[in-house]
Nanobody, 128 residues
Framework: QVQLVESGGGLVQAGESLRLSCVASKSTFSIVQMGWFRQAPGKEREFVAASRWSGGRTYYTYYADSVKGRFTISRDNAKNTVFLQMNSLKPEDTAFYLC??????????????????WGQGTQVTVSL
């Protein structure tokens, strides 16, 4: 089990950027799969981005179509941190963002139910 703590959310205007951080209680190098999800009021939790160990020194990345080209997920294993760089933010990106982790390559990277550990989340609000 790993504890995850998110930070970096806030209120921004459309077109601006934010970088979310997710600090893990153990080395992110050893966590095979980490993801970001979001949940808006009245909506289901949806996949945003994931980073999945490739078996070597790199990670495969996955993105929801709605954020592809605007968001980037990355890891800094020296800091036990996963980042979500969010550029060109839109009002529809407004949601509660959560970091998740799982140590099983057989799990789907895009399904929230496939992750074992979750952070408390951070709110992102994008105004017009």
């Amino acid at each position: 089990q790993v504890q995850l703590v998110e930070s970096g959310g806030g209120l921004v205007q459309a077109g601006e950027s934010l970088r979310l951080s997710c600090v893990a209680s153990k080395s992110t190098f050893s966590i095979v799969q980490m993801g970001w999800f979001r949940q808006a009021p009245g909506k289901e939790r949806e996949f945003v981005a994931a980073s999945r160990w490739s078996g070597g020194r790199t990670y495969y990345t996955y993105y929801a179509d709605s954020v592809k080209g605007r968001f980037t997920i990355s890891r800094d294993n020296a800091k036990n941190t996963v980042f979500l760089q969010m550029n060109s933010l839109k009002p529809e990106d407004t949601a509660f963002y959560l970091c998740a982790a799982v140590d099983n390559l057989r799990r789907s990277p895009v399904e929230a139910t496939e992750y074992d550990d979750w952070g408390q989340g951070t709110q992102v609000t994008v105004s017009l």
